[in-house]
């Protein structure tokens, strides 16, 4: 059985918002938290509960906000610290909640304390980063080239993980974990729901290891900051490399009083070999990643975040599903792939318009700092061309790019010069033109948001998987009570699909299809209340139909 705690967390639907490129209400070409009180009847209306911010705080903005120089302050350009108190209490009266980004592991080097550390290394903040004569490992930034930046001011060298105006704390120094403390206190108090924490896994080190993540007093940190009494009902989701359940309970089950739950990235491997290089591939790598996750959660009663897109990745429909003509399909399959599943639904912006990854002719299209550190490396082995393939393919502008909202001068997003082009596709894929389409994604996220609320199936149910892994489609179930729901996913190609049992006429169809048997479209997608039955709560491995006469799921 689920924790209470866990039970209330499943009924949140989450919209990311990356502000920069929502919607901007003062012309000055950046979005803004007034942009965002704008549009949350359209956010409402699609049946999300909370919302996610991408970080607003004060900063040089080298990493577009995940460089901080102030974290009880809000970036001019994004409003002021009234404009978010008004956005929590205009959330709050929706009943909808507000998570905010917490950036632990660094600050920029433009902090305060930072500036301190690097003129006194005696002072009280001397001790705040990792400070070394010689660098005392060889560890590479992730946004590549060294992690380690000598300071002339200090004469030291100190760590990066990040980009070089991005100076990793020392959380040895209890002071730095006291001052974080304080930080999710002054949100806290403020009104906040919950934080989005980056890179957890980072902010314990052990300098003698090959990386500087899950260092030895991880966990401990954590719990520092979120096993508080004052703190224990804020949802938390750390953005983590685990890849593990052993790990991943350590992080998340309930009595840990550590996080409530993670982002899992092993499943962003999709469609690429890295992640500036294509790799053919198909939803089914997607199917397998996230069916291993839904067995192994269920089986340790955690719950998982659902999602396939985020501010850093290029859109998973353009890698794995097809973004032209059959887009929509693609889209709305997708969708009921991952939000039907048990867990809570992170939607990013544009996915509910079936955004997809833009393309551009120059460089100078892009703004984002390690796609711009990428681009430089590339051109030491390949042609600007090939470079710039690459950059168009996994550039993390391809999920920055300003949301679409309608067909008028910058697609509605300012009145200004928006801070970086505009979507290549914005023409035809935009908020406007898609709700007025037949087939219309943000009318088909807006059906099964409905669908996933009102049931509790979809909520707290047992997940089981009818297809198999060879097959080139995913059935699953969700039962709870004496209800019983079955979603179907056809992959790339047309095939006939059978189900062991008999069910009422799809509720949730993208193709409008009214039986949930037979031929199936490339991308088509239902959802249909299961009848009377023989076992659809067996165990998924067993899938007795699926050993005894595999004809019943699939006719070829
Ligand atoms: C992960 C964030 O999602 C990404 O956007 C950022 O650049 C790095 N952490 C550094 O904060």
Redesign the pocket.
């Known amino acids: 059985m689920l924790c209470d705690k866990y039970r209330e967390y499943l009924n949140w639907t989450v919209y990311q918002i990356y502000p920069r490129s929502f919607m901007d209400s003062n012309g000055d070409g950046v979005g803004d938290i007034r942009g965002i009180l704008q549009k949350l009847d359209y956010l409402q209306a699609l049946g999300v509960n909370a919302l996610w911010l991408c970080p607003v705080y004060k900063s040089p903005n080298d990493?577009n906000g995940?460089d901080i120089s102030d974290y009880r302050d809000i970036r001019e350009d994004f409003g002021t610290l009234q404009d978010l108190d008004d956005l929590i209490a205009a959330l709050h009266q929706r009943g909808m909640k507000l998570i905010m980004d917490l950036?632990p592991?660094?600050t920029s080097t433009a902090h305060p304390w930072f500036r301190e550390s690097r003129e006194d290394r005696d002072g009280p903040y001397g001790d705040y980063y990792y400070w070394f004569d010689e660098p005392p490992n060889d560890w590479q930034s992730?946004f590549r080239g060294s992690a380690w930046e000598f300071d002339p001011v200090r004469g030291q060298y100190y760590l990066h993980s990040?980009a070089v105006s991005?100076a990793d704390l020392n959380w040895e120094n209890p002071r730095v974990r006291r001052e974080m403390a304080d930080i999710v206190d002054f949100w806290t108090a403020r009104g906040v729901d919950g934080f989005r924490v980056?890179?957890i896994d980072m902010i314990s080190k052990d300098l003698q290891k090959t990386r500087g993540t899950f260092g030895p007093r991880l966990h401990e940190y954590i719990r520092g900051l979120f096993g508080r009494e004052n703190v224990s009902k804020l949802f938390t989701v750390g953005?983590s490399g685990v890849n593990d359940m052993e790990e991943l309970i350590r992080h998340c089950a309930a009595e840990r009083k550590e996080l409530t739950t993670l982002f899992l990235f092993d499943h962003m491997g999709c469609g690429r070999a890295d992640k500036f290089t294509p790799k053919p591939d198909s939803l089914k790598t997607l199917r397998d990643r996230l069916v291993y996750w839904q067995e192994a959660a269920e089986k340790h009663d955690l719950i998982l975040t659902l999602f396939t897109d985020?501010?850093?990745q290029a859109p998973m429909i353009s890698r794995i599903a097809d973004d032209g003509e059959k887009r929509y399909e693609s889209a709305a399959a997708l969708a009921v792939m991952t939000y039907l599943l048990r867990g809570v639904p992170f939607i990013y912006q544009g996915q509910e318009i079936g955004t997809v990854s833009p393309r551009y002719d120059s460089i100078d299209d892009f703004d984002d700092v390690?796609t711009f550190n990428a681009y430089r490396e590339f051109l030491g082995t390949m042609t600007p061309e090939k470079a710039l393939e690459k950059i168009n393919f996994g550039s993390?502008d391809n999920a920055r790019r300003p949301i679409a909202w309608d067909g008028s001068a910058n697609f509605g997003f300012t009145t200004g010069t928006p801070w970086i082009p505009c979507h290549s596709r914005a023409g035809e894929i935009n908020a406007e033109k898609d709700l007025k389409a037949e087939k219309s994604v943000y009318r088909f996220y807006q059906a099964l948001l409905k669908l996933r609320a009102s049931h509790e199936a979809f909520i707290t149910g047992i997940t089981r998987v009818l297809s198999s892994p060879e097959d080139d489609f995913f059935v699953f179930t969700r039962a709870a009570g004496n209800e019983t729901w079955v979603a179907v996913i056809n992959f790339a190609n047309e095939q006939k699909i059978a189900l062991p049992f008999e069910c009422e006429a799809p509720v949730l169809a993208n193709l409008g299809r009214d039986t949930i048997g037979g031929v199936y479209a490339p991308y088509e997608c239902a959802v249909a209340k299961a009848g009377p039955m023989k076992s659809p709560m067996a165990r998924s491995q067993d899938r007795p139909w699926a050993n005894e006469d595999a004809s019943l799921m699939k006719t070829p």
């Open positions: 990493d995940y950036v592991n660094h992730v990040f991005q980056d890179v953005e985020n501010h850093d390690e993390r």
